[in-house]
Every structure is written in structure tokens, then in C-alpha cells.
Nanobody
Framework: QVQLVESGGGLVQAGDPLRLSCAAS????????MGWFGQAPGKERELVGA????????DYADSVKGRFTIFRISAKNTVYLQMNSLKPEDTAVYYC?????????????WGQGTQVTVSS
């Protein structure tokens, strides 16, 4: 089991940066593949980026490549989503998720979400 708590959302202007945090408790997050998802109003939840356990490779959606970065601080058992050059279309509720299975992630653990609103 792992519990995930996101924080760091808010209202920003286009072009601003914002950093989201996902604190994991219960197990070290190094045993999980960690992902960040975004759900815009009226749309399905989509994977923004993932930090894969083992090789620690990060993958990003095309829409955020070059702007968003996922990184971790092991001592804090926390994974971050650094969002730069934010756009109004980045407005969404952002969720942290974890997967401890093998193969393609099925994301069995979720945080409560944090709202990010980008004004133009």
C-alpha cells in the first residue's frame, strides 16, 4: 500500500512556472512507477508524464515535452512535476499515481488531485 498526497496547485498566468509535489507514504516510491495525470474540464484523464522504477526513465506527453519535468527527492519520498511556460490549455486537475506491477502500468494508487488554473 502507498498513500499519495499532491500539493502545489493554484492560479497562475500564462508563461509562469509551477511545481507540484506528490508525497508518498507507506512504502518507498522507488518501488513504484510514478505518474502525473491531468484532467481538463470535460475531458478524460490523460498521462502527462511517468517516472519509471528501475531505470528511472521519464516519459512525457508530446504536449508537455520541453516544458514539464518529473523529478524526485528520495530523502523526502516525494516526486515533483515542474511545469514551465504554462499555457491556458494546461488548466486541469493534476493527479499523482503509482503502479507497483510488472509490465504496462495499471495505476492502482491515486492521490486526491490538485487544481492548476492558467489564465491568459
Amino acid at each position: 500500500q502507498v498513500q499519495l498526497v499532491e500539493s502545489g496547485g493554484g492560479l497562475v498566468q500564462a508563461g509562469d512556472p509551477l511545481r507540484l509535489s506528490c508525497a508518498a507514504s507507506g512504502r518507498p516510491f522507488s518501488t513504484f512507477t510514478m505518474g502525473w495525470f491531468g484532467q481538463a474540464p470535460g475531458k478524460e484523464r490523460e498521462l502527462v508524464g511517468a517516472f519509471r522504477r528501475g531505470n528511472f526513465v521519464t516519459d512525457y506527453a508530446d504536449s508537455v515535452k520541453g516544458r514539464f519535468t518529473i523529478f524526485r527527492i528520495s530523502a523526502k519520498n516525494t516526486v515533483y512535476l515542474q511545469m514551465n511556460s504554462l499555457k491556458p490549455e494546461d488548466t486541469a486537475v493534476y493527479y499523482c499515481a503509482a503502479d507497483d506491477g510488472v509490465g504496462a502500468p495499471t495505476w492502482g494508487y491515486w492521490g486526491q488531485g490538485t487544481q492548476v488554473t492558467v489564465s491568459s
